[in-house]
């Protein structure tokens, strides 16, 4: 699950905060939106030399900020083995027969329920 959802993470990050998203291909609902400050972001380089290790430790930094939002959204997101898609767990319908998102249980006249009742914060 987590490679599905790294491979659609969006990365709306800038030099100052790493932030990504993915977004519920069912309802739109977005999650893994929670901010990370980069440590040296308040701390600009003043030679080339500081720059180097500025660029590569913001590299560093931004990878592991998208493992952690990766982490953290693949939590709330399942796949969907009929559209292909992916969804939030109140978009995903646990059925008799086989697991599906909301919208193809409905086409397929599939009976299930969802794995979350109540939609949480999107985090």
Request: hydrophobic share 35%; glycine share 4%.
């Amino acid at each position: 699950m987590r490679m599905l959802v790294d491979a659609v993470l969006e990365d709306l990050s800038t030099k100052e905060v790493f932030l990504f998203r993915v977004t519920c291909g069912s309802c739109g609902a977005e999650y893994g939106k929670k901010p990370l400050h980069f440590s040296k972001s308040e701390t600009p380089p003043t030679s080339q030399s500081q720059q180097i290790l500025y660029d590569a430790l913001y590299e560093q930094e931004l990878a592991q900020a998208r493992r952690i939002a990766v982490r953290n959204a693949a939590e709330h997101m399942n796949y969907c083995p009929i559209c292909k898609r992916l969804v939030c767990n109140q978009c995903f319908m646990i059925c008799d027969e086989l697991d599906m998102c909301r919208q193809c249980a409905a086409d397929l006249k599939q009976q299930g329920n969802p794995v979350l009742v109540s939609f949480p914060e999107a985090t």
